[in-house]
């Protein structure tokens, strides 16, 4: 499975990005599907993760803010990022694996990230 982010950038805190991962492969659908970030001199961490049957979960910093949705019939998952804060600031990942988890050693296969900036 290949995977490829896209939507990042710069925006002011309050407002809003949609990140979306496309991925090769015809087994898409049988994948869980996973949202990760890493901010500069931080750990990476988890955001969101939604499994083959659309059952989502999410971190506790980005519930409420944040919506995990996938497209099977495109090979797509989307990350829509509303009331955005300075410290969401991260480069964000997608990322595949057989089962939802929020660890990411667990994840077989990663994208290549896509920067978003939040200025205060």
């Known amino acids: 499975v290949q995977l490829v982010e896209s939507g990042g950038g710069l925006v002011q805190a309050g407002g809003s990005l949609r990140l979306s991962c496309a991925a090769s492969?015809?087994?898409?659908?049988?994948?869980?599907m996973g949202w990760f970030r890493q901010a500069p001199g931080k750990e990476r961490e988890f955001v969101a993760a939604i499994a083959w049957n659309y059952y989502s979960t999410y971190a506790d910093s980005v519930k409420g803010r944040f919506t995990i949705s996938r497209d099977n019939a495109k090979n797509t998952v989307i990350l829509q990022m509303n009331s955005l804060k300075p410290e969401d600031t991260a480069v964000y990942y997608c990322a595949a694996n057989e089962q939802v988890s929020a660890t990411p050693r667990e994840y077989d296969y990663w994208g290549q990230g896509t920067q978003v900036t939040v200025s205060s």
């Open positions: 492969g015809r087994t898409f659908s049988s994948y869980a």
